[in-house]
């Protein structure tokens, strides 16, 4: 379940109509923007507005809640298999609501002053105005058909993996755990200084 939670949770990041890239270290990469070149938070809600950001998220955060009550039925259903209809309708419905909207405002908030830090004023005018027009538009009108369809594919595939990816996390917790067995100070254990008095 968690490394599923973990690719919804960057599935609905990018939501937001950036990809997410892992930094890379090199003299070429991209740094924050000047400070005194920033877009403005006025110029990134705009922006957002324009990209249908919360339409979008939203329908990312009900995606999330699908999946979730796909796995929590599929767990289930392996303890209980001839569980009635009836349990399982009442099991899907305790997930209905479990992300909260106020997530979402919360999520925009979060997200400006970081959009503000690698965008500048006129990218942010270049980008909206791609975004208002009609191919920007049309794209944008797609963005919810492309994501769910890229969203069911992504499940399938982490579904379809995931004994190995279980098997795998399994593995390397233990293997962290062995680690910590022979190196204790890691964890600002006091078993070794007591062994010492």
């Known amino acids: 379940m968690k490394p599923l939670f973990a690719a919804c949770c960057l599935l609905v990041s990018s ?21 005194e070149e920033r877009a403005t938070k006025e110029d990134v809600l705009a922006l957002m507005d324009v990209m249908h950001a919360r339409r979008n998220a939203q329908a990312g955060m009900d995606m999330m809640t699908d999946v979730i009550k796909k796995q929590e039925r599929a767990h289930f259903l392996e303890k209980h298999p001839d569980a009635s209809p ?88 233990k293997e962290f755990q062995q680690y910590l067995k022979a190196h204790p100070a890691e964890l600002g254990d006091p078993v070794g200084k007591e062994s010492e008095k």
């Open 86 to 173: 009836a349990a399982l309708k009442k099991l899907d419905a305790q997930f209905d609501g479990i992300i909260k909207p106020e997530l979402l405002d919360e999520m925009i908030s979060d997200m400006v002053p970081i959009y503000q830090k690698y965008l500048s004023h006129e990218d942010a005018i270049s980008i909206l105005s791609f975004y208002s027009s009609p191919s920007g538009q049309r794209f944008l009108e797609r963005m919810p058909l492309l994501l769910h369809e890229v969203g069911e594919m992504s499940t399938a595939l982490i579904t379809r993996h995931k004994d190995e990816i279980h098997a795998e996390s399994e593995k390397r917790v």
């Open 15 to 35: 939501l937001f109509g950036y990809a997410q890239q892992a930094p890379v270290s090199s003299a070429n990469s991209p740094t924050a923007v000047p400070a």
